[in-house]
């Protein structure tokens, strides 16, 4: 069943599930929707108050969310456009050369090829490629000290999602959208850190936010930075 209250001039949309549980439940999930959890026999008209009195959380929730959904600009790769890797805007520079390649130099990517409708593919292999080693060289000292928690990731594997920037499993594995190359390496940071957080605590509880505090008290910086960046 699907309701909506209204809070100010925002509309929040949300999904009720009637259980035997004889507590309310309000869950916000990554895609920004809200699930709601309630008793069998709990009206309509109770569930909309107590959204209500929740509304500021659930708004705080979903901007938090907000920060994981890569919002890039299209790009067509024609010469002159300007790109990001770790934070910084590079020009994107065609070079002729049947000899393939993609380097940085200076205030330029430049991209030497005889085929300009392939600079999009050779572009994106060479972030694809940059990324494995750049979240690697990153993740790993993050890895070691998180084993002070007796967790540790079961893999890292990059993954292009479409709204999120990072996801782990319920078996651990650590998911990285490759678009997080572009970022600086604090945001890289926060994103890695986040997802072992996850490990030891699955929901944004106090005890998360708490445990993400401690291991990078300046989260918040690097999580409004990447939403600016990359919005």
């Known amino acids: 069943m699907i309701e ?18 004889k507590t309310l439940g309000i869950t916000v999930m ?8 309630a008793p069998v026999d709990t009206s309509i008209e109770k569930i909309k108050e107590k959204l ?34 770790l934070g910084r805007q590079y020009r994107l520079k065609i070079n002729s050369g049947n000899i393939y390649s993609v380097k940085l130099k200076g205030q330029f990517l430049i991209v030497t090829t005889d085929d300009k409708a392939i600079v999009k593919d050779l572009v994106k292999s060479w972030y694809l490629n940059h990324a494995r080693s750049v979240f690697r060289n990153i993740a ?31 078996k651990g594995k650590i998911i990285l959208n490759p678009e997080l ?28 936010i708490d445990l993400q505090t401690k291991e990078m008290f300046d989260w918040e910086k690097w999580k409004n930075k990447l939403e600016k960046l990359m919005a």
Not at 12 to 19: N, P
Not at 30 to 37: F, G, I, N, W, Y
Not at 70 to 81: H, L, S
Not at 141 to 155: G, Q, R, T
């Open 30 to 37: 990554s895609d920004l929707s809200v699930k709601v959890v």
């Open 52 to 85: 209500v009195k929740k509304a500021p959380w659930i708004i705080k929730q979903q901007s938090y969310f907000l920060s994981f959904q890569p919002r890039t600009t299209e790009r067509k790769y024609i010469a002159g456009e300007t790109h990001l890797y």
């Open 140 to 170: 790993d000292p993050l890895i070691e000290k998180f084993k002070n928690y007796n967790i540790e990731p079961s893999s890292i594997v990059l993954r292009e999602m479409p709204t999120r920037w990072g996801s782990c499993t319920p």
């Open 4 to 21: 909506n209250i209204r809070f100010g001039t925002k509309q929040i949309d949300f999904q009720v599930i009637f259980s035997n549980r």
């Open 181 to 208: 190359i572009k970022a600086p390496k604090g945001c890289i940071e926060y994103v890695i850190i986040h997802e072992l957080c996850h490990l030891i605590h699955h929901d944004h509880t106090q005890k998360f």
